[in-house]
């Protein structure tokens, strides 16, 4: 099948509370890196109170948020539990990013408040003594070149038996002791990195929509495109940051 006659549809689920550091530009670079492959790409925002038909979606975008809007959405995700967990064990793709990561484990337990997760993935988080702020650098098996990105958060991931996104090179990641960082469960990843983590990490954005193609069509071939702009800046950073394991306290 000609990917011209593909479409991909993108949810973005509550982008009014969950979209700190412009997680939402990660939608941008999926849409834009379909359209120069000429696979159409359309993206649906659901607020609070919206019904959510998994069924018409291929990627689901939960972003960060702070804590007191966590717990304003954690309500609202426990009304659309299980159609999301259907399309998360049917193959569907998820990327969610901190606050949204968070949210799918079992809880967030804060120094004075539990906030229930969906319990979609057999993980939790717990806060600890200070944030994890600052640079990251990861080995994903992924992407060929490290994934590079930006992390800030109170909480501290336990993954349990569950599989990393990445291996820490340099930053804090999970737990920040650990070495890992993120998760992966079928198509759902999840992970700390936030804002540009797809533009920054060109093969993560790529691999997310040969997912969700795959899961609709059958074998894909993405085109290349070029990315020597992406690669030179993904090597910049490698150089600055890999090599060194630091986690910042404040
Ligand atoms: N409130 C969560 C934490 O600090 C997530 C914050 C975020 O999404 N940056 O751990």
């Given at each position: 099948?000609?990917?011209?006659?593909?479409?991909?549809?993108?949810?973005?689920?509550?982008?009014?509370?969950?979209?700190?550091?412009?997680?939402r530009?990660?939608?941008?670079?999926?849409?834009?890196?379909?359209?120069?492959?000429?696979i159409?790409?359309?993206?649906?925002?659901?607020?609070?109170?919206?019904?959510?038909?998994?069924?018409?979606?291929?990627?689901?975008?939960?972003?960060?948020?702070?804590?007191?809007?966590?717990?304003?959405?954690?309500?609202?995700?426990?009304?659309?539990?299980?159609?999301?967990?259907?399309?998360?064990?049917?193959?569907?793709?998820?990327?969610?990013?901190?606050?949204?990561?968070?949210?799918?484990?079992?809880?967030?337990?804060?120094?004075?408040?539990?906030?229930?997760?969906?319990?979609l993935?057999?993980?939790?988080?717990?806060?600890?003594?200070?944030?994890?702020?600052?640079?990251?650098?990861?080995?994903?098996?992924?992407?060929?070149?490290?994934?590079?990105?930006?992390?800030?958060?109170?909480?501290?991931t336990?993954?349990?038996?569950?599989?990393?996104?990445?291996?820490?090179?340099?930053?804090?990641?999970?737990?920040?002791?650990?070495?890992y960082?993120?998760?992966?469960?079928?198509?759902?990843?999840?992970?700390?990195?936030?804002?540009?983590?797809?533009?920054?990490?060109?093969?993560?954005?790529?691999?997310?929509i040969?997912?969700?193609?795959?899961?609709?069509?059958?074998?894909?071939?993405?085109?290349?495109?070029?990315?020597?702009?992406?690669?030179?800046?993904?090597?910049?950073?490698?150089?600055?940051?890999?090599?060194?394991?630091?986690?910042?306290?404040?």
């Open positions: 099948m000609d990917t011209a006659d593909m479409k991909l549809t993108i949810g973005h689920l509550y982008p009014d509370l969950l979209n700190l550091y412009g997680d530009g990660n939608i941008v670079c999926m849409v834009k890196r379909c359209l120069w492959r000429g159409r790409a359309e993206t649906i925002e659901f607020n609070m109170g919206d019904r959510v038909d998994f069924s018409k979606l291929d990627i689901v975008l939960l972003g960060g948020g702070s804590d007191r809007e966590q717990k304003i959405v954690c309500r609202e995700l426990r009304r659309i539990r299980r159609e999301f967990q259907r399309y998360i064990e049917d193959n569907g793709v998820v990327i969610a990013v901190c606050g949204g990561y968070q949210l799918l484990g079992r809880y967030y337990r804060t120094k004075d408040d539990i906030i229930e997760g969906l319990g993935l057999d993980i939790y988080t717990e806060q600890g003594d200070g944030r994890l702020i600052g640079n990251i650098v990861l080995d994903s098996e992924w992407s060929d070149v490290p994934v590079v990105g930006f992390e800030n958060h109170g909480g501290r336990y993954i349990g038996g569950h599989k990393p996104f990445g291996r820490v090179l340099y930053g804090a990641g999970n737990d920040g002791k650990s070495g960082e993120g998760v992966v469960y079928k198509n759902v990843t999840g992970t700390y990195l936030h804002g540009p983590l797809l533009p920054k990490n060109a093969q993560i954005c790529d691999h997310l040969k997912k969700a193609l795959e899961r609709k069509y059958g074998p894909v071939q993405l085109k290349k495109l070029d990315d020597g702009m992406e690669m030179a800046a993904n090597a910049y950073i490698c150089s600055r940051f890999a090599g060194r394991k630091r986690a910042t306290l404040v």
